[in-house]
C-alpha cells in the first residue's frame, strides 16, 4: 500500500552521498583484522622515522642495505614461524646456515663437484641436519630446545674443527652468473627473500600442510586423535627450517664475498629470525603464527639497525637504544593488537 | 557387510581387561541397537572409559568378542574401528581452538583443489551440514575458541557424524557444562535420533538430562553392567539410588579390592 | 713613504689619534713615534689574534674553518675493552680538529655486520671510514665502493692477509702483525725457552688480526731451532669463557715450559691462571702475551707474567681521524701514510708508570691529563 511504500523509502540507508567513506572504513577495518597490521604499523612508523632523521635513509643505496640486512633473517624466520607454530623451536640454524657455506667450499674445492650440484647437495645435507633435529624430537622424545641446542654446539665444533677457523674464500667455479644470482647482486637476495616468504605464506595459510601444523601445536592430543601424523609434521619443518639455514648461509657468503665461520654468529642470526617471528606475531608457545608477519619483523629489526648506524650511534649506546627500540616496538605492537582485536566483532 | 537382519548395531559379550592387577572389566554384555541411545551409568573408576575405549579400538579386550552389525570383529586399531564406522567424541573434544569451524569440521579430511585448500567449498559443505543437523553456529568462518562449550562440543559431534560413523561414542558431553549448552547436545542426540541410522552411546553422570534422550539405561558395577532397563521404565531416583548404594556397599564390604573406587571420594550430588 | 703595512695601519688606528699625528707617526719620526709606534704595534699584535681568531673561529688551531666532518670506525670487536683507548684518541683528536666520529661494526667478529656498517657509512656520505680489516675478501667490494664514491678509507688494527691486503685502503695504522708475534716468539726464547712443550692462546683463531701473530710466534720458535714443541689454542672471543678454557688446559698439561697468548684477553686470563697454579714454581719458564689490560699489568708486576706488548691502540684511534681529516682538508695532497704504532715490550722494569698512572691513553680513566715523566728514558 503507499503507506508502506512510503515507509521504506524514508528507511532508506543514510549515507547514500558518501560511499566512498563507507569502503574506506571497510577496508580499514579489513586491514585491523590482520595480526601482521600492528607490525606494519611499526615498521613504516620506524621508515618515517628514520627518514626523517637523515636524509640517506631512503636513498637506493641505503634501501639495498636495509633489504639486505632483512633477508637472511626473514627467509630463515619464515621456516622458523612454521617449527614455532608446530609447538618447536629450532637452535640450531644459525651454525647450519654457517656450515652450508663451507660445505659448499669442500665439495667444490676438495672433491671438485660442479658448482650447482655442490649447492643442491649443500641444501641436502642441511635438510638432513633438520631430520636429525626433528627424529630425536620426535622419536627420543627430548625437548626440541634440548635436542636443537645439542646439534649447535656440535655443528659449530664440525664447522671450527675442519675449517680451523679461517676463512675461506669463495671457490672461483662460482664466480659470475651464479654468485649474482646467489647474493651478489644488490637486489637478489630481497627477491629470493620475497619468494620464499612469500611460499611460506602460502603453504602455513592455504595448505593442509599448514593446518595441521596449526592443529599439532594448538591441540598435539587432539590432532592425534583426529588422525593427524603430529611426528612427520613436526620432522618436515623442522627440514624445512634447516634447508632454509643452508640457503640463507649460502647467500650472505656470496653477498660478502667470504666465508666466514662466524657467519651465524653463533646464535646471532637465529635470535634475529626467533626475535623476527615473534614481534611479527608468532606465539613462542605454539598453536598461531604469521610468515608475513615475520617478515615485518625482520625488517623492523633491520631498519632499527640500519637506521641507528645512519644517525650515527656508536657502539656502545647503541645496545641500550635497541633495547629499548624493541621494548617500544613490541609494547605499540601488542598495544595495536588489543585495539585491533577489541575492535573486531 | 552382511546384516542378519535384527538392526543390531554393537554386541558386547563377555568382555574382560585387566590392567597389571586391578580388573577394570570382569564380564560386560552389552547390546546397541540400530538408531538407539543407550546411556551408560556408573561410578567414577567403574571401567565406563576403559569399556568405550575397547569399543573404539584404542584398547584391545583380554576376552570375549565383538559384534558390529551382526558380523564378529576383532577392532585393531582406532582407524580400523573408524573404518567400520565407530567414532567416539572424548572429552577433549579434538578441537584446534585457532582454526575456524570449517576447518575443524574437516580435520585431516580436508577438502583440496591441489595444491591449495579448497576453502569455499568445505566452507558451503559445513555450513550445510551444522544447518541439517540443526547446529545453531552464526558463522563457520569464527574461531573455534571464540564458541562456547556446548557449540564446541556440537562440532565435535557433528563432525564424527559427518564422516560417516553409524556408532558414535559420546564420552561425559554433558561434562562442565550449564544447562543451556547441556540442552544443545540434547537436541543434537534427538536430532540424531529422529534420524535413525546414527547408534549412539553416552556416558554422562546427570541422569535427569541423559534420559530425556535415552531409549535405554546401562549401569556399570562391579565390572559388569547390573542394570538395563529401557528409560520409561526407570527414574532419576532409582538410578541415583543405585549408584549411591552400591558405592556404601562397596565402602563397607571391601571385599574387591579397587583401588580406584576406594581412592575417590564420593561425588557430591 | 714606502708602503706601510696594513697591519700596522690598523694598529695605529686603534690609537684614535688625530690626523696629523697619524701622518706623523706612519712617517716614523721621533722618539715620541717610536715609542707610540712600539705600544701601538704591541696592541695591535695582541687585538690582531683576537681580530685573526674571530675571523677563523670555526677552524681548529690554525686551521681554516671546516666543516664538522664524520669519521666512521668499523670495529669487529666494539664493546672489547682494547679499543677503549682507540675510542678516546678519536675523540680527542676529533675534538681538536672539531670533527666527530662515530664507533661501530660489529660485537661478536661477524663480518657480515661490519660489511653492513661500511655500506651504511657509504650511504650516509661519511667524510672518512677507517676500517679494522679482518678478512681478505669481504671488504675489498665496499672499500672499492667508498673510494669510488669519493670517501678515503684507511684501515687499523688488522690489514688483511700477511700475502694479501685484501683492500685498496689508503694506509694502515696498526701494528705489524705477523712481526709482532714473531717477535713475541723471539722474545720467548731469549728469557729462557730451551725446551718442552709451549702453549699459544688465541682468541679467535683465524681471525686475520690476531692469527698472522701466532703464525709469527710459532714461526721464531721453528726457527729457533730448539727442541720445543709449539701448540696453538683457540680460547673465546668472550673473555671469561678463555679464561675457562685456559684455566682447563693448564690443569690438563702441568708440565708446560712456556705459556703465551696474542690477545688482550686471552694473555690477562693467562697471567690469572699462571698465578693461581703457582706455576712458576712448577717449570713454567715464560709467559707473555700483549696489550696492557689491567689484570696484564698486574700479573707483570707480580711476575707471574714475563713481558707484555703495547700496541698503542690510542694511537690507532688518533692517528686514522688526524690522517683522514689532513687528507679532506689537503683535498688530497697530504696522503695517511703506512703507520707502524709501535711494539713496545712492558716487562718488569718499565711496568711502573702503566701501573700507577690511570690515564685515557691506557683507557683505565676518562680524564684528561698531563702525565708527568722524569729522569732518563731506557735504551739499550
Same mark, same amino acid.
Given at each position: 500500500m503507499s503507506d508502506t511504500i512510503e515507509a521504506t523509502e524514508r528507511v532508506e540507508p543514510a549515507p547514500a552521498g558518501r560511499p566512498s567513506r563507507s569502503i574506506l572504513r571497510r577496508v580499514g577495518e579489513e586491514f585491523l583484522r590482520r595480526r601482521e597490521a600492528s607490525v606494519l604499523v611499526v615498521a613504516v612508523g620506524l621508515g618515517v622515522y628514520f627518514a626523517s632523521a637523515h636524509p640517506?635513509?631512503?636513498t637506493e643505496p641505503n634501501l639495498v642495505n636495509i633489504s639486505q640486512a632483512t633477508a637472511p633473517a626473514a627467509i630463515i624466520a619464515a621456516g622458523m614461524v612454521l617449527v614455532l607454530v608446530s609447538g618447536e623451536i629450532d637452535l640450531s640454524v644459525g651454525v647450519v646456515a654457517a656450515l652450508a657455506p663451507f660445505n659448499m667450499h669442500y665439495l667444490i674445492?676438495?672433491?671438485?663437484?660442479p658448482a650447482i650440484p655442490a649447492i643442491l647437495l649443500v641444501l641436502l645435507i642441511s635438510a638432513a641436519i633438520g631430520f636429525i633435529n626433528g627424529a630425536v624430537t620426535v622419536?627420543?622424545?627430548?625437548p626440541s630446545f634440548v635436542t636443537t641446542l645439542g646439534t649447535l654446539y656440535l655443528i659449530t665444533g664440525v664447522v671450527l674443527t675442519t675449517s680451523h677457523a679461517y676463512p675461506v674464500p669463495i671457490p672461483p667455479e662460482t664466480e659470475g652468473t651464479i654468485r649474482t644470482w646467489l647474493?651478489?647482486?644488490?637486489?637478489s637476495t630481497l627477491i629470493w627473500c620475497l619468494l620464499i616468504v612469500g611460499f611460506f605464506h602460502v603453504l602455513l595459510t592455504r595448505t593442509p600442510w599448514g593446518l595441521h601444523t596449526i592443529a599439532v601445536g594448538g591441540n598435539l592430543l587432539g590432532a592425534t586423535e583426529a588422525g593427524i601424523r603430529a611426528g612427520r609434521i613436526k620432522i618436515g619443518n623442522f627440514m624445512m627450517v634447516s634447508t632454509l639455514g643452508g640457503f640463507a648461509g649460502i647467500l650472505e657468503a656470496f653477498r660478502i664475498n667470504t666465508i666466514d665461520p662466524n657467519i651465524g654468529g653463533g646464535t646471532q642470526i637465529m635470535f634475529i629470525a626467533v626475535s623476527a617471528a615473534v614481534i611479527g606475531g608468532t606465539a613462542l608457545a605454539g598453536g598461531s603464527g604469521t610468515v608475513l608477519g615475520a617478515f615485518l619483523g625482520a625488517l623492523v629489526l633491520a631498519e632499527l639497525q640500519n637506521g641507528m648506524n645512519l644517525i650515527g650511534i656508536s657502539a656502545n649506546p647503541y645496545f641500550l637504544i635497541l633495547g629499548i627500540a624493541i621494548l617500544v616496538s613490541m609494547i605499540a605492537n601488542v598495544y595495536l593488537s588489543r585495539l585491533r582485536r577489541a575492535g573486531r566483532v | 557387510m552382511a546384516a542378519d537382519g535384527s538392526g543390531e548395531a554393537l554386541r558386547v559379550e563377555h568382555v574382560a581387561k585387566r590392567f597389571g592387577g586391578v580388573t577394570a572389566l570382569a564380564d560386560v554384555n552389552l547390546h546397541l541397537a540400530k538408531g538407539e541411545v543407550l546411556g551408560l551409568i556408573g561410578d567414577n573408576g567403574a571401567g565406563k572409559s576403559t569399556l568405550i575405549k575397547i569399543l573404539c579400538g584404542f584398547h584391545q579386550p583380554d576376552a570375549g568378542k565383538l559384534s558390529v552389525a551382526g558380523e564378529e570383529v576383532v577392532l585393531r586399531s582406532v582407524d580400523h574401528a573408524r573404518s567400520l564406522g565407530i567414532d567416539t567424541v572424548y572429552q577433549d573434544l579434538a578441537l584446534v581452538n585457532e582454526l575456524t569451524v570449517y576447518h575443524n569440521m574437516f580435520l585431516n579430511r580436508e577438502l583440496v583443489r591441489w595444491p591449495l585448500l579448497h576453502n569455499r567449498r568445505m566452507r558451503r559443505l559445513a555450513r550445510e551440514h551444522l544447518d541439517d543437523m540443526g547446529v545453531n553456529i552464526p558463522s563457520v568462518d569464527v574461531e573455534v575458541a571464540k564458541l562456547s562449550g556446548g557449540q564446541r562440543q556440537a562440532i565435535a559431534v557433528a563432525r564424527s557424524v559427518y564422516t560417516e560413523a553409524k556408532i558414535l561414542l559420546l564420552d561425559?558431553?554433558?561434562?562442565?557444562?550449564g544447562a543451556k549448552e547441556g540442552a544443545l547436545i540434547l537436541d543434537l542426540v534427538r536430532e540424531l535420533k529422529a534420524k535413525g541410522d546414527v547408534s549412539v552411546i553416552i556416558i554422562a553422570h546427570n541422569y535427569g538430562q541423559i534420559l530425556e534422550v535415552c531409549d535405554r539405561i546401562n549401569l556399570l558395577q562391579h565390572g559388569s553392567i547390573t542394570f538395563d532397563k529401557? %528409560?520409561?521404565? %526407570?527414574?532419576v531416583q532409582e538410578l541415583t539410588d543405585l549408584v549411591v548404594a552400591e558405592y556404601r556397599a562397596a565402602r563397607t564390604q571391601k571385599l574387591r579390592p579397587d583401588p580406584s573406587t576406594d581412592a575417590r571420594p564420593a561425588p557430591g550430588r | 713613504m714606502s708602503k706601510v703595512d696594513p697591519v700596522v695601519e690598523q694598529a695605529v688606528d686603534t690609537l684614535g689619534l688625530n690626523k696629523v699625528t697619524r701622518r706623523r707617526l706612519l712617517g716614523g719620526v721621533g722618539l715620541t713615534s717610536a715609542s707610540l709606534a712600539a705600544s701601538a704595534l704591541l696592541a695591535a699584535c695582541t687585538n690582531n689574534d683576537d681580530k685573526k681568531s674571530t675571523a677563523a673561529a670555526a677552524g681548529a688551531g690554525d686551521f681554516p674553518s671546516t666543516p664538522k666532518w664524520k669519521f666512521v670506525f668499523v670495529c669487529h670487536v666494539t664493546t672489547n675493552s682494547f679499543f677503549t683507548p682507540t675510542q678516546y684518541g678519536a675523540q680527542d683528536a676529533c675534538s681538536l680538529l672539531n670533527c666527530e666520529f662515530q664507533f661501530t661494526g660489529s660485537k661478536d667478529s661477524i663480518v657480515a655486520e661490519m660489511v653492513n656498517a661500511t655500506n651504511t657509512a657509504i650511504s650516509a656520505k661519511a667524510d672518512g671510514i677507517a676500517l679494522a680489516v679482518v678478512d681478505k675478501d669481504a671488504f675489498r667490494a665496499p672499500v672499492d665502493k667508498a673510494l669510488d664514491a669519493g670517501i678515503p678509507v684507511v684501515s687499523y688494527n688488522a690489514d688483511g692477509a700477511r700475502d694479501d691486503k685484501g683492500t685498496n685502503r689508503l694506509a694502515y695504522i696498526g701494528q705489524g702483525l705477523y712481526e709482532s708475534g714473531f717477535a713475541l716468539g723471539q722474545r720467548a726464547i731469549e728469557a729462557g725457552l730451551d725446551s718442552g712443550e709451549v702453549v699459544g692462546f688465541i682468541a679467535t683463531p683465524g681471525a686475520l688480526n690476531i692469527q698472522p701473530r701466532i703464525d709469527g710466534a710459532s714461526d721464531a720458535i721453528k726457527q729457533s731451532g730448539k727442541s720445543l714443541k709449539f701448540t696453538p689454542v683457540g680460547t673465546n672471543a668472550d673473555v671469561p669463557k678463555g679464561l675457562s678454557i685456559i684455566d682447563a688446559y693448564a690443569q690438563g698439561h702441568s708440565n708446560l715450559a712456556g705459556m703465551l697468548a696474542v690477545d688482550a684477553g686471552s694473555t690477562s686470563s693467562v697471567g690469572q691462571v699462571v698465578q693461581k697454579y703457582k706455576m712458576r714454581d712448577k717449570g713454567l719458564k715464560v709467559a707473555g702475551g700483549f696489550d696492557l689490560v689491567p689484570e696484564t699489568l698486574n700479573a707483570i708486576n707480580g711476575g707471574s707474567l714475563d713481558f707484555t706488548i703495547d700496541q698503542q691502540p690510542y694511537l690507532q684511534g688518533f692517528l686514522p681521524v688526524l690522517y683522514l681529516y689532513l687528507y679532506k682538508l689537503s683535498g688530497g695532497l697530504i696522503f695517511p701514510s703506512e703507520t707502524n704504532t709501535g711494539l713496545l715490550f712492558v716487562t718488569k722494569d718499565n711496568v711502573k708508570p702503566y701501573l700507577e698512572t690511570k690515564t685515557r691513553f691506557e683507557g683505565s680513566s676518562t680524564e684528561q691529563q698531563v702525565v708527568p715523566r722524569s729522569g732518563a728514558i731506557a735504551h739499550a
Open positions: 640517506a635513509f631512503l674445492d676438495y672433491y671438485s663437484v622419536f627420543l622424545k627430548v647474493g651478489a647482486a644488490p637486489w | 561425559e558431553p554433558l561434562a562442565a557444562m529401557p %528409560t520409561s521404565e %526407570t527414574s | -
